[in-house]
């Protein structure tokens, strides 16, 4: 572009001298064309100034908070299948011997004692004879007429298994319960049982209330 300007003005400066017309010195439109010049185009190169590193590093926040998002949820599934299966393998561990022991109490309820002496293990058998069974319940009247029962405390190691917690009676009556139990000829037999003294179910109901 300067030198458009000056080819621009040494044109016009032989047209002068050829009329006559020649100005004292060119420096005048020089200076005049080179101070145009400068106004109409900004001085020096047009700097672009950098975004903040903040700015920058803002997608990169942004894209790992997404990711934060999505992953988070995956891994609760995650842990709750996990959960899940545990639980589900452990209570399967003890729906066995805890089928025995309401099928023993449901024969007890239906007046079937032999039947219900028939779940006991030969060593339990040895230490307690069936009178002595019979006996023990008539003595309680949660244990003799079970409206349901809850068993909340599991453990199964191997070929043993402790079974613990509560029988509710007709009469608002609890009667708390304690069996164990082992496999014998791969079935389980109760090797040991505790029946609690029954107490009025208002007691438990107190109790939790205070």
Do not use: C
């Amino acid at each position: 572009m300067p030198e458009l300007f000056r080819l621009y003005g040494d044109a016009m400066l032989e047209k002068l001298k050829f009329f006559g017309q020649v100005p004292q010195s060119e420096a005048p439109i020089r200076t005049t064309l080179l101070h145009h010049y400068q106004g109409a185009v900004p001085q020096g190169p047009n700097h672009i100034v950098p975004p903040p590193i903040e700015i920058l590093d803002a997608p990169n926040r942004v894209q790992t908070a997404q990711a934060t998002r999505i992953h988070l949820p995956g891994i609760l599934v995650f842990i709750f299948v996990v959960g899940m299966l545990v639980l589900g393998y452990w209570w399967g561990q003890t729906v066995k011997p805890v089928g025995i022991i309401r099928a023993h109490l449901q024969a007890i309820e239906d007046g079937e004692y032999g039947k219900a002496y028939s779940y006991l293990s030969l060593r339990a058998k040895e230490q307690v004879s069936y009178d002595e069974f019979v006996t023990l319940i008539q003595e309680n009247s949660v244990v003799m007429e079970p409206r349901g029962s809850t068993f909340l405390s599991r453990k199964v190691n191997g070929n043993t298994a402790s079974i613990n917690g509560f029988l509710e009676g007709y009469g608002e009556y609890v009667s708390d319960v304690g069996y164990v139990l082992v496999k014998e000829a791969h079935q389980w037999k109760i090797v040991r049982f505790e029946w609690g003294v029954p107490r009025p179910m208002k007691e438990d109901q107190s109790n939790a209330s205070g």
